[in-house]
Structures are given as C-alpha cells and as structure tokens.
C-alpha cells in the first residue's frame, strides 16, 4: 500500500528542510504546496499570479485551487508509492478532501501525522533569520504575523482531528535538525512497520 505522511508543523518549525530529508532516506518525494505555488508564480501561470496574490498577504490560496493543484501533483507517477506532505492540508476542509482523494485514487489512507512542535518565539526568529538569508517575498514581519494567526485559526485545529484519529505523533522541532531527522525516521518506521 502507499505510504502517505502528513508533516504538521508552524511556519518555521522545519517542515521543509525535515521533508527534504526524508524524502531521500523514504525514498517518496516531498509534495509542498507552498513549492508548488512559487514554482507556478517563477513559470509566471494563472495559478501562479492567482496563488501570488494570497501569498504575499500570508493568506491561504482558495482551497478549490490548492486541491486541484494537490491532485495533479499527487496523479504524476512519482507519487504512486506514496508521499510527504509539506504545507496540505492546511485546514479542515482540504484534510476532508485529501482523505477522500487517498481513498478514492490510491485506496489508501494516511499513514502518520508527525507534527513538529516549536514554541512561538523561536517561530519567529527563525522566520526573521530565513527571510535575511532567502529573501523569500512572504518572510517580511506583517505577513509572518498574519501566517501564524492564519496556522492558529485554520490549521492547528487539524493537530485534534488527527489526533482523534490516532494518527499524531509530537516531535520536539527545537533541536538540532539531525536530531529531528533521527526521531522523525523512527517514529515513521514504527507507524508504517
Ligand atoms: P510556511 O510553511 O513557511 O508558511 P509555505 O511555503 O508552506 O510556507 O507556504 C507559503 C504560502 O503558500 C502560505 O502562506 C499560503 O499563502 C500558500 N499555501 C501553501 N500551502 C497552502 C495550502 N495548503 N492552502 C492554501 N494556501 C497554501
């Protein structure tokens, strides 16, 4: 059966540099839908200029958009094994529409839900540090402020529904990133064994 992990963290918990990772040692491929919409916005698409104009607010892109976006992306033969979630879903409604796609499409379910804890402040410090360093459009003050009020109202409600489901794992995400790698790997093994 395919192997479908969520990774759940806050903007700046690492989601992405842990996803990266895995992806080489799990052998599936990182799916990140925040990657996807800049790789649409560089291409200059409708959906790129469209998912732009949330982006840049630290909005969530309409869900009818990032849905179908997710089901083409997870359609490419790459994802028939399965794959890491980075940043989908993001709220309640895009959670019901992957579990019927799984089970629809790929006669699967999710396979673990870790979610990368990292206390608020440290967030927003890193978030600080990473938008010196990349110069990533979204990482200016106002707009990770708005990000994180947007994970706090829409997307942490997700860390209970998965919960219910027996499905969440916690990783302290304040610590080295091997660290992180190491305990991730782990607690993956022992959910998909
Ligand atoms: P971070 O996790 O650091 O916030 P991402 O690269 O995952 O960064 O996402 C950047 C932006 O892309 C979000 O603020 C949002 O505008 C958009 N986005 C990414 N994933 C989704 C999603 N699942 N639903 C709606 N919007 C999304």
Redesign the pocket.
Known sequence: MATFIVLMGA??AG?GTQAKLLQEKLDLPQV????L?RANLKNQTELGKL?NS??EK????PDEV?VAMLKDRLAQPDCAKGAILD????NIV?ADALDHLLTETFNSTIAIVPHIHVDVEVLVDRLQKRAEIEGRA?DNEATIRH?MQVYEEATAPLLAYYAARGLLVEIDGDRPIEEVQADLLQRIAQATS
């Open positions: 903007p700046g989601k990140a839908t925040g990657d919409f998912a949330y982006m630290g909005a969530l892109v990032t940043g989908f879903p993001r895009q979204d990000r």
